[in-house]
């Protein structure tokens, strides 16, 4: 969200507030989707470790990330 918020205070203030939230999401949106498919990654590595409590999390963590990362695409 900061990442977000910081790349529309950068816009132009003249243009309509469509523009500039369209030029900020140009400017971010590759970052933001790269890290939350790390992040999807990282705790479907996770699925697989022995400990079940780390299962577990893993998978309870990952499927909101996972939904809410596809949702947005």
Do not use: H, W, Y
Not at 50 to 70: D, E, H, K, R, Y
């Amino acid at each position: 969200m900061c990442i977000l918020v910081n790349a529309l205070k950068r816009q132009d203030p003249n243009l309509l507030l469509e523009g500039r939230v369209g030029l900020a999401l140009a400017e971010v949106g590759p970052s933001i989707t790269l890290a939350s498919l790390a992040e999807v990654t990282a705790f479907a590595v996770g699925t697989f470790t022995p400990m079940p409590a780390c299962q577990v999390f893993s998978m309870f963590a990952g499927m909101p990330i996972n939904f809410l990362t596809f949702q947005s695409i």
